[in-house]
């Protein structure tokens, strides 16, 4: 399932894109497509199947997520960003 994945901040800055889609039914398996395609990304901001400590995701504009088990639907989208960013 195609989820649209949105960076800002440093993840942006390590992605080198601003938007992508990924897919997974849960945020660790989004998190492993994105990592397989933009190692940068991955080194800088997750760690293993998780966000590293100070990022979040940010899940349909409505919640945020760091729980990597958080169950993903079709169309949803996630802006991936730095915890402080905007502060």
Known sequence: MSIEVEFFGIPRSRAGVAKTSATGARLSEVLDDLAGRYPRLAEACFEGHRLRAGY???LNGERFVTD??????????????????GG
């Open 68 to 85: 990597p088990a958080t169950p993903l639907e079709a169309g949803d989208s996630l802006l991936i960003l730095s915890a402080d960013a």
């Open 56 to 58: 979040v995701a940010n």
